[in-house]
């Protein structure tokens, strides 16, 4: 597969993978569906925005500049060929891979971490202590008063994070690395296009 198709399906990939996270973090912001909680009653994790910032802009730019990398356009053509297009791939591709990065630790955290709660008449993190332990533990969920169904709200849209992120990862190491190809050799269906 040539650097330009490769870029394309990587690009192609990745914004609908940041537009996910971005929803995601959206949906933490209102716990079951309630703007009740919303001020005083979030995780740490939910603030931080790493869905909506790191998963989400800071791979929505690498997406979309993999797109435009994978396409011929004005800049295309003539001896650079796709080059330019494809060095800005890469740096953005960098920063894409920074920001995956960030979603992936924070949501890891706040899977870990567990969701701010009411439990015995105090807000709290609850399940802090247990390192992780009342994932596999469905009826210790039950314990958070408020707000309803929090637990499985947070580990479902955290899961959904951790996910998008890890494939955001490698996404973009495969176009960090595709576009440093695409900058030293240049597009292969250049070459096709001129034989023909």
Request: charged content about 10%; hydrophobic content about 45%; glycine content about 12%.
């Given at each position: 597969?040539?650097?330009?198709?490769?870029?394309?399906?990587?690009?192609?990939?990745?914004?609908?993978?940041?537009?996910?996270?971005?929803?995601?973090?959206?949906?933490?912001?209102?716990?079951?569906?309630?703007?009740?909680?919303?001020?005083?009653?979030?995780?740490?994790?939910?603030?931080?925005?790493?869905?909506?910032?790191?998963?989400?802009?800071?791979?929505?730019?690498?997406?979309?500049?993999?797109?435009?990398?994978?396409?011929?356009?004005?800049?295309?053509?003539?001896?650079?060929?796709?080059?330019?297009?494809?060095?800005?791939?890469?740096?953005?591709?960098?920063?894409?891979l920074l920001g995956a990065i960030y979603c992936l630790s924070v949501s890891?955290?706040?899977?870990?971490?567990?969701?701010?709660?009411?439990?015995?008449?105090?807000?709290?993190?609850?399940?802090?202590?247990?390192?992780?332990?009342?994932?596999?533990?469905?009826?210790?969920?039950?314990?958070?008063?408020?707000?309803?169904?929090?637990?499985?709200?947070?580990?479902?849209?955290?899961?959904?994070?951790?996910?998008?992120?890890?494939?955001?990862?490698?996404?973009?190491?495969?176009?960090?690395?595709?576009?440093?190809?695409?900058?030293?050799?240049?597009?292969?269906?250049?070459?096709?296009?001129?034989?023909?």
């Amino acid at each position: 597969m040539c650097t330009g198709k490769c870029a394309r399906f990587v690009g192609l990939s990745l914004i609908p993978l940041s537009l996910i996270c971005i929803v995601a973090n959206a949906l933490l912001l209102v716990p079951n569906g309630q703007t009740t909680w919303t001020k005083d009653h979030l995780s740490l994790q939910v603030w931080l925005m790493a869905g909506f910032v790191g998963g989400g802009l800071m791979v929505l730019c690498p997406g979309i500049s993999a797109v435009r990398a994978g396409g011929k356009g004005c800049c295309g053509a003539g001896c650079c060929g796709n080059r330019c297009r494809m060095l800005r791939s890469v740096f953005c591709s960098a920063i894409g891979l920074l920001g995956a990065i960030y979603c992936l630790s924070v949501s890891g955290t706040g899977l870990r971490i567990g969701p701010q709660c009411l439990m015995n008449g105090s807000w709290d993190y609850h399940f802090q202590d247990t390192a992780g332990s009342y994932l596999l533990n469905r009826t210790q969920w039950n314990l958070c008063v408020e707000p309803p169904d929090v637990v499985l709200w947070n580990v479902t849209l955290f899961s959904l994070l951790v996910a998008a992120s890890c494939l955001e990862i490698l996404l973009c190491g495969v176009q960090l690395v595709n576009a440093s190809i695409g900058v030293l050799c240049g597009d292969c269906r250049k070459k096709q296009g001129s034989s023909q």
